[in-house]
């Protein structure tokens, strides 16, 4: 099973703050539900909103020099550097030292990653932001 590396800090520290009540859960309707009453008249097939949905990707093309072009599920995109990235973490060092294994980069199959097989997965999080931190010019 691949593991998911490299959230944000920022976003698994705002995860671990996020605190719900130790006796209630409420989804995307008008009432609460204990613990031990989860009925509801939802349908199995809709949706539960809790925030902003994640980044989905739609393409990767490997560029030279550990950089990629993505595309974004609302068609834009964006040219990384991944070295940064790669480096930080063991499970990438075939990617990041092997050229071969970085041309292989591919979208996974529900466009939360790239992958490059086995357990080296980039998740979609992280590349947005890289992307993020890209567009912002740095102060001097």
Do not use: Y
């Not at 990438?92 to 030292?97: K, R």
């Not at 992307?131 to 010019?137: E, G, I, K, S």
Request: hydrophobic content about 40%; proline content about 6%.
């Amino acid at each position: 099973m691949p593991r998911r590396l490299g959230l944000p800090s920022a976003w698994a520290d705002a995860v671990a703050k996020t605190k719900m009540p130790s006796n209630e859960w409420t989804p995307n309707c008008d009432h609460v539900h204990s613990k031990t009453d989860m009925s509801c008249d939802m349908n199995d097939d809709e949706m539960i909103s809790v925030g902003d949905p994640l980044p989905r990707l739609t393409a990767v093309q490997v560029l030279d020099d550990r950089r990629v072009r993505i595309t974004w599920d609302d068609g834009s995109s964006d040219e990384i550097d991944l070295a940064p990235a790669l480096g930080s973490r063991k499970v990438f060092t075939a990617p990041l030292n092997d050229d071969a294994i970085f041309a292989s980069a591919k979208v996974g199959s529900f466009g939360d990653c790239i992958t490059w097989g086995g357990d080296a997965e980039l998740s979609a999080v992280w590349i947005e932001e890289l992307a993020l931190q890209a567009r912002t010019p740095s102060a001097s």
